[in-house]
């Protein structure tokens, strides 16, 4: 059965920095983009960042661009999201997921696209 899990998740101060992992069990998801999403409660599920298979392409919400970086290292097939500045409005739970695409170069935005998801890691910043 294919998963993906997050880790990474936490409690930090306004300003502070996390780091979220994801990574893939059951398959590996070199050729397909992956992608952050947050939910937060009583708000709908919201994207936040994605990364092309390649790795030479992102796109991000405009509330995060400058504060957070979504990479992936193919060889452990693990994607990150570096979150510093953080603000108590990015508190959320954090899903990670995975979109198979034609092309290594692209990348996705809308939830309707993504194959697979994890299960979210809760991310709480307190001001």
């Known amino acids: 059965q294919v998963q993906l899990v997050e880790s990474g998740g936490g409690l930090v101060q306004a300003g502070g920095s996390l780091r979220l992992s994801c990574a893939p069990s059951?398959?590996?998801?070199?050729?397909?983009?992956m992608g952050w999403f947050r939910q937060a409660p009583g708000k709908e599920r919201e994207f936040v960042a994605t990364?092309?298979?390649?790795?030479?392409?992102?796109y991000y919400v405009d509330s995060v661009k400058g504060r957070f970086t979504i990479s992936r290292d193919n060889a452990k097939s693990t994607v990150y999201l570096q979150m510093n500045s953080l603000k108590p409005e990015d508190t959320a739970v954090y899903y990670c997921?995975?979109?198979?695409?034609?092309?290594?170069?692209?990348?996705?935005?809308?939830?309707?696209?993504?194959?697979?998801w994890g299960q979210g890691t809760q991310v709480t910043v307190s001001s």
């Open positions: 059951g398959r590996t998801f070199t050729n397909y983009a």
């Open positions: 997921a995975a979109a198979y695409g034609s092309s290594k170069s692209i990348w996705y935005t809308n939830a309707h696209s993504y194959n697979y």
């Open positions: 990364i092309s298979a390649s790795g030479f392409n992102t």
